[in-house]
């Protein structure tokens, strides 16, 4: 398998994945403004939404879409339960966080990744949107649960967590919000996310 990647992009989830089964994969780097890969390979022949990630798999088939990956490489080995079974209603909390992570808490962040700074304006309604989306987090996990769906890492840990993280690039201070900074916490002490960390060159990561 090859994985396609920027550092830190939520990408970094189907790497965390990759780790927590153990399995063989490369990975190239992604310049999304140029279209390039690190290789100089036209990206948009890979991908032709121009994002990541994208995941090669066995044949040649590209996966793109971070909650199909996920849910793919989860139900491929499901021994690792890293997803609960399909046709669960665990299942569907499943679905519900990736959903929200990808619709909401992700878009969230959007405005503050943009090529150009904020207006006054657009800050307050950035702030006040991402704020409300952690405080949606922080309801989840009010209930003193080690992990998004409960008492098990899944899958929707791995890109919840990593899209939480962003909070360090920005600046916002998880500490009004404690559940979901130990949370993130926790989740960043695992050996699969250091891991990644270590290898996309991040802050915190080292190697497992």
């Not at 569907?92 to 503050?112: C, D, G, I, V």
């Not at 006054?120 to 009010?142: F, N, T, W, Y």
């Not at 130990?182 to 270590?198: G, H, K, N, W």
Request: proline fraction near 6%; hydrophobic fraction near 40%.
């Amino acid at each position: 398998m090859k994985l396609y990647y920027k550092p830190g992009a939520c990408s970094m989830s189907s790497r965390i994945v990759l780790h927590e089964l153990g399995l063989p994969f490369t990975s190239e780097k992604v310049d999304t403004e140029a279209g390039l890969t690190g290789s100089g390979a036209d990206y948009l022949k890979i991908n032709p939404k121009g994002y990541v990630p994208a995941l090669e798999i066995e044949g040649g088939a590209v996966l793109t879409e971070n909650p199909a990956i996920l849910q793919f490489l989860a139900d491929s080995h499901p021994e690792a339960g890293l997803a609960p079974a399909p046709g669960t209603v665990e299942r569907a909390r499943l679905q519900e966080w990736l959903n929200f992570t990808a619709s909401e808490l992700h878009k969230a962040f959007s405005p503050y990744f943009r090529s150009k700074p904020l207006t006054d304006g657009e800050k307050a309604a950035a702030s006040a949107q991402l704020e409300r989306r952690i405080g949606d987090v922080e309801h989840g996990l009010a209930d003193g649960r080690s992990f998004i769906l409960g008492s098990q890492f899944s899958v929707a840990d791995a890109y919840l967590a990593v899209v939480l993280n962003w909070t360090r690039f920005i600046g916002v201070d998880l500490a009004r919000w404690p559940h979901a900074a130990a949370y993130l916490a926790r989740i960043s002490e695992r050996a699969s996310v250091r891991q990644a960390m270590q290898e996309e060159g991040l802050p915190g990561g080292e190697a497992a």
